[in-house]
């Protein structure tokens, strides 16, 4: 049986947040949640998407997986070993394993570097090679992710979109990383573009047979590159499932509004909100204020239904086994 490559157990991450001033000191800090008790596993080679609208905390998830946020709680396991996020150690490991490519490759690329350089950061131990095994090692990456060696002594704002990212992506590969977060990978890119980084993605995953945490906002995308959904709405996960399942048979009535709303995309739309209506409730479900089919049980807040994997955040199912 294929077993966990990375296992994530009740991750919750919240911000401190400064109120109105002019207020006794010990209400001026408040906390502010942003992702609740988010759980989830994959297995090598596989693609996981994590989809939501903006501001439901997709990159604050990204960049707690990489060590770059702490969360409050949380269990992480990879290949068995858990993360304790208050030794160095254990987050040094973390980063080893899970690589992150983000959504503007402008920002993340030191425009003073060249590309080589940069494809360089993403070695291991790279004081300790030699300068032609550094070499051999850049040129590898770079030939993954099909960029042309001519490029490789070009600075970044010589190249183009498209480019970019593949130079990101090379110095994710280029550590060996076995996880990678793509944080709206291709959102920044014209749409041809877009598809060749997409059909790369997918050559890659066959070739070196890594796994990929595909976040997007784009409903596409996720149909196109992921094995299995996680529905995340203002940092609740509701809903997983199978890409097919989903789309085909979506159980919580925000997903279905989100494949329903899918359907009149539009260019101009795809970075607004995709779902433009009630605020999340703080009182019993989160989707209440906005629910078609709410009744007097979702006053309170629901568990998670069904099994791990397949599972659903609303009262509808609570006839299915109780996850949480
Ligand atoms: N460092 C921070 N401090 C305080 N609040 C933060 C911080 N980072 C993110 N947030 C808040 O957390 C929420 C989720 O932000 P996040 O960037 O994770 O959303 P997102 O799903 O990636 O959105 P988008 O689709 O626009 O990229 C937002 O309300 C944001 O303002
Ligand atoms: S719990 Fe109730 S309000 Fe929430 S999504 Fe389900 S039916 Fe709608
Ligand atoms: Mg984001």
């Not at 992150?100 to 494809?119: A, C, E, K, M």
């Not at 959102?187 to 598809?195: F, G, N, P, R, Y």
Request: glycine letters at 6%; proline letters at 5%; a positive charge.
């Amino acid at each position: 049986m294929n077993e966990p490559i990375l296992e994530v157990e009740n991750l919750t991450v919240q911000f401190r947040t400064k109120t109105k001033m002019f207020q006794p000191a010990r209400e001026l800090e408040k906390w502010k949640r942003v992702l609740d008790k988010i759980s989830f596993s994959i297995n090598q080679g596989e693609t996981f998407g994590i989809v939501g609208e903006t501001g439901s905390g997709k990159t604050t998830l990204a960049k707690t997986l990489v060590g770059i946020y702490k969360p409050k709680n949380c269990k992480i396991k990879i290949n068995g070993k858990q993360i304790d996020f208050r030794r160095k150690e254990d987050v040094l490991f973390l980063r080893r394993n899970i690589g992150i490519v983000f959504q503007d490759p402008v920002g993340s690329l030191n425009p003073r570097l060249t590309v080589s350089d940069i494809i360089a950061e993403g070695l291991p131990d790279q004081g300790k090679l030699t300068r032609e095994e550094r070499q051999k090692k850049i040129k590898s990456a770079s030939k993954l992710v099909e960029l042309p060696e001519s490029k490789l002594e070009s600075y970044p704002p010589e190249l183009s979109g498209g480019e970019k990212q593949r130079v990101s992506l090379a110095r994710t590969l280029a550590g060996g990383k076995k996880i990678l977060v793509l944080d709206e990978p291709t959102s920044s890119l014209d749409v041809s573009i877009q598809a060749q980084i997409l059909n790369l993605l997918r050559d890659l995953k066959k070739e070196l047979s890594i796994s990929y945490i595909f976040i997007t906002h784009d409903l596409n995308v996720v149909k196109y590159m992921c094995d299995r959904v996680s529905v995340l709405y203002y940092g609740q996960v509701l809903e997983e499932g199978s890409t097919s399942g989903i789309f085909e048979r979506p159980k919580h009535p925000y997903t279905d509004d989100l494949v329903k709303a899918n359907f009149s995309f539009t260019s101009s739309n795809l970075s607004s909100n995709i779902h433009e209506s009630g605020e999340p409730s703080r009182e019993g479900c989160i989707y209440k204020n906005s629910c078609v089919k709410r009744y007097d049980e979702c006053e309170n807040a629901p568990p998670t239904f069904g099994r791990a994997g397949d599972s659903v955040k609303c009262w509808l199912y609570k006839d299915e086994e109780k996850k949480s």
